[in-house]
């Protein structure tokens, strides 16, 4: 009985809800980058923000609100597109599962149930080639 329960309480909430809301996704983020930033393949991307608070701490705040509302909260995302914002960087198609490698070690650390983690995945997909090689 306890499994329907929460099987359909699933499926009744939003991805962002299932990720913790606003204060989960803040929470993820941080983790992602903290994994970027040890993830050997792209960590040179990622480790001068170090040496730059104020301007890594607006990106991370762009992703949640990019994330808050791709995933069904309220928030507003005012930031750049994915192609304006990642324009001149060249991601390579490795350095991109990279990423989302990090991205589901992060998820995986909050223990995300996997329907979840499959949506997640699904919304890094469909993002790729507005990322990649622009």
Known sequence: MTETVTKTSIEKA????????????????????????KNPA????????????ERLAKIKQHTVDFFSAGSGGSAIYTGRDMPATHRGMNISASEYMHAMD????????????????????????SLKESIMAK
């Open 42 to 53: 792209i960590k040179v991307r990622f480790l001068p923000y170090k040496d730059q608070p």
């Open 102 to 125: 990090d991205i589901m070690l992060a998820l995986d650390s909050h223990e995300i149930d996997e329907e979840s983690k499959k949506e997640v995945l699904a919304i890094l997909w």
């Open 14 to 37: 939003t991805l962002f809800e299932r990720l913790g809301g606003t204060e989960g996704i803040a929470q993820l983020v941080d983790d992602v980058v903290e994994n970027h930033m």
